[in-house]
């Protein structure tokens, strides 16, 4: 199983930026998805996360600047964030899970680093 986040990088506040997350070797249908966060010295938050079904939430912190989004014929989850603040600087980690009603698969990715600085 792999899941292969970008598009992180550098951005001016009030900028933008659209974080990918490929998945491989899961029937990522089947997956609830999710986009956590860590800021240096903090704990790993959940940012967003969208359902098989497409329902979707999202942290008080960024209602209304992100969206969440998800591909199942390309296997991709997507994380729109708009009017970016330097509090949104962190490592952006994507997230899939699975209960099957007696197992729960649970995979992560290796991050992809956001920096809002002017």
């Known amino acids: 199983v792999q899941l292969q986040a970008s598009g992180g990088g550098l951005v001016q506040p009030g900028g933008s930026l659209r974080l990918s997350c490929a998945a491989s070797?899961?029937?990522?249908?089947?997956?609830?998805m999710h986009w956590y966060r860590q800021a240096p010295g903090k704990q790993r938050e959940l940012v967003a996360g969208?359902?098989?079904?497409?329902?979707?939430n999202y942290a008080d912190s960024v209602k209304g600047r992100f969206t969440i989004s998800r591909d199942n014929a390309k296997k991709t989850l997507y994380l729109q964030m708009n009017s970016l603040e330097p509090e949104d600087t962190a490592l952006y980690y994507c997230?899939?899970?699975?209960?099957?009603?007696?197992?729960?698969?649970?995979?992560w990715g290796q991050g992809t680093l956001v920096t809002v600085s002017s």
């Open positions: 997230n899939a899970d699975y209960y099957s009603g007696r197992y729960t698969y649970d995979y």
């Open positions: 070797g899961i029937i990522f249908s089947m997956y609830g």
């Open positions: 969208i359902t098989r079904g497409g329902s979707t």
